[in-house]
């Protein structure tokens, strides 16, 4: 099955829907914190990354549950704004205040 993964950031979750021929909402996750969020990215293990709006943690990592389960610390990035994880499993993160991108290593 193909999935596509949408992310509302007015309502702090992500939903997933069946392909092809979407006709409606199969499954919602939402997020921990407090913060609004600006792009999700699914990792191998079904792991949500998201990048929010939240000054102290920019970047967060939640389960199927919505439990945030790693945080990417504004000690390691200033703002994030978008997140793509690549084939070895490295999350990229794009920043807003530098307009770089960062490859953080989360294979661990």
Do not use: K
């Not at 069946?18 to 999700?40: A, H, M």
Request: charged content about 20%; aromatic content about 8%.
């Amino acid at each position: 099955m193909d999935y596509l993964y949408v992310s509302s950031r007015s309502q702090n979750r992500t939903y997933r829907y069946l392909l092809p021929g979407i006709s409606g909402r199969t499954n919602s996750t939402p997020f921990g914190g407090n913060s609004r969020t600006w792009d999700i990215a699914r990792d191998s293990m079904g792991l949500i990354w998201v990048a929010t709006d939240d000054s102290g943690i920019p970047v967060r990592c939640c389960d199927s549950s919505g439990n945030t389960v790693v945080e990417v610390g504004s000690n390691t990035i200033s703002s994030a704004t978008g997140v793509t994880l690549d084939d070895e499993g490295h999350l990229w993160v794009s920043n807003n205040d530098d307009m770089l991108l960062y490859r953080i290593d989360v294979t661990e």
